[in-house]
C-alpha cells in the first residue's frame, strides 16, 4: 500500500528519551489509527483519530501522544519512552471508520535499550 | 472492555490439508474484517462480513460470520506454502479490537 508511508522504518533509542514516529496517508482519509503489535497479543489499538484535530484512545494509549493538525499525518510521540514499549507500530487508514478495510502502512520497529 | 478472541494461536499442517481459524466475541459485533500478515510484512485485508449467518468465498478461503455475529472462521482447504502468514480477525461496534491471530506454517 503505497499511499501509506510510515518513517523511520527501525529506531533504537534509549529509556527516557521522546521518540516521533511519522505517518503520512495520501488518500485523503478520514480515519488513522496506531496499532502496536507484541508477540501473543496481535495488534492493540493506542490511539485513533477520526479526522483532523479529532482524537480519542484506544486499548493501551498510556505514554503516547498523537496529533493530528492535518488530514494526511497522524505522528506517534512516545514522551519518555520507556523498554516496555519496544515493539512494532503499525499506522492504518481507513476512508470512513470501522466499516472500511484498514490499509496499513509497513510498520516502525522500536528498540528501546 | 470488549475483546475479541481468536484460537488456536498456531497451526502447523503439511500443505494440502485443511486449515481453520475461529475468532469470538462476547458481545455483538457491526462487522468482521479478516486481514493476512505474511513473516515481516504488514496486515492486508481479506474480506469484511456484515450479515448474520454470512458466507463468503474466496478461491479456497471460506469465511463465515455466526448467526448471533459474536463468532466468525476463516477455512483454507488444501493448504499451500503461499498461505503461510498469520490471520487476523477484527471485530467491533464503536472501537475495533483485533484478535490475537493464528500463525500458520505449511510444510511442503
Known amino acids: 500500500d503505497a499511499g501509506i508511508t510510515q518513517s523511520p522504518r527501525y529506531k533504537i533509542t534509549e529509556t527516557g528519551r521522546q521518540v516521533t514516529l511519522m505517518c503520512h496517508q495520501t488518500?485523503?482519509?478520514?480515519?488513522m489509527f496506531w496499532y502496536r503489535q507484541d508477540l501473543g497479543h496481535g495488534l492493540r489499538l493506542i490511539y485513533y483519530?477520526?479526522?483532523?484535530?479529532?482524537?480519542d484512545k484506544g486499548e493501551v494509549p498510556d505514554g503516547y501522544v498523537v496529533s493530528r493538525s492535518k488530514t494526511e499525518n497522524f505522528p506517534l510521540t512516545l514522551e519518555s519512552a520507556t523498554r516496555s514499549q519496544t515493539s512494532v507500530y503499525f499506522c492504518a487508514s481507513t476512508l470512513t471508520g470501522n466499516n472500511q478495510p484498514q490499509h496499513f502502512g509497513d510498520g516502525t520497529r522500536l528498540s528501546i535499550l | 472492555g470488549q475483546q475479541v478472541m481468536q484460537i488456536p494461536q498456531y497451526q502447523h499442517v503439511q500443505e494440502g490439508e485443511d486449515f481453520t481459524t475461529y475468532c469470538n466475541s462476547s458481545t455483538t459485533l457491526s462487522n468482521i474484517q479478516w486481514y493476512k500478515q505474511r513473516p515481516g510484512g504488514h496486515p492486508v485485508f481479506l474480506i469484511q462480513?456484515?450479515?448474520?449467518?454470512e458466507v463468503k468465498k474466496q478461491k479456497r478461503l471460506t469465511f463465515q460470520f455466526g448467526e448471533a455475529k459474536k463468532n466468525s472462521s476463516l477455512h483454507i482447504t488444501a493448504t499451500q506454502t503461499t498461505d503461510v502468514g498469520t490471520y487476523f480477525c477484527?471485530?467491533?461496534?464503536?472501537?475495533?479490537?483485533f484478535g490475537s491471530g493464528t500463525k500458520l506454517n505449511v510444510k511442503p
Open positions: 483519530s477520526a479526522a483532523a484535530d479529532i482524537t
Open positions: 477484527a471485530g467491533g461496534f464503536n472501537k475495533f479490537y
Open positions: 462480513l456484515v450479515k448474520s449467518g
Open positions: 488518500w485523503s482519509h478520514s480515519y
